[in-house]
């Protein structure tokens, strides 16, 4: 019998594999693209969340009396990488809180969504190109100064 050839998959520029597509949208051939970086900072920040989370309540679990939890709490109090962590949270809580309201907005209320169009290349959907854009532009400015301001709050203890 004749061998298989083996048929090799045809890669297509915009079919761009599961890491470009879902994990790094810095590698994606499409020029201007917000919404794969707001779609990649909703998981890693949701991930974030979810890790401060679990810690907290594994934490608290093992405090089972007062003294006990006001020496743990102490020294998590005066670490810096404390600070460093709270901020870290702080930021991630802001971006996806407001990403999350965006999201809602779109998704239950069609806020932004543009007229139906016939697609053509790069097949940008028409709801990406103006409303969700600004829209995207306005949480990524709301929650980086909401973050600077939880820095400047959590490392000097007073806002001004």
């Known amino acids: 019998m004749a061998e298989r050839e083996r048929k090799e998959p045809r890669k297509y520029w915009n079919l761009p594999g599961f890491w470009a597509a879902s994990?790094?949208?810095w590698l994606l051939k499409i020029k201007n693209n917000p919404e794969r970086i707001a779609f990649v900072l909703h998981r890693v920040t949701g991930a974030i969340i979810i890790f401060y989370l679990l810690a907290h309540i594994i934490v608290t679990s093992f405090s089972t009396n007062p003294s006990q939890w006001t020496r743990i709490m102490e020294e998590f109090s005066t670490s810096i990488f404390n600070k460093i962590g709270e901020w870290i949270v702080a930021g991630a809580v802001f971006y996806h809180g407001?990403?999350?309201?965006r999201l809602l907005c779109?998704?239950?209320c069609a806020v932004g969504i543009g007229r139906p169009?016939?697609?053509k290349p790069p097949y940008i959907p028409p709801s990406l190109k103006a409303g969700q854009r600004t829209a995207?532009?306005?949480v990524f400015a709301?929650?980086?100064i909401a973050w600077i301001l939880a820095g400047i709050l959590i490392f000097t203890g007073k806002l001004f």
């Open 98 to 101: 407001l990403n999350g309201i």
């Open 23 to 25: 994990l790094n949208p």
């Open 106 to 108: 779109v998704e239950f």
């Open 117 to 119: 169009e016939k697609p």
């Open 136 to 138: 995207i532009y306005v």
């Open 142 to 144: 709301l929650s980086l």
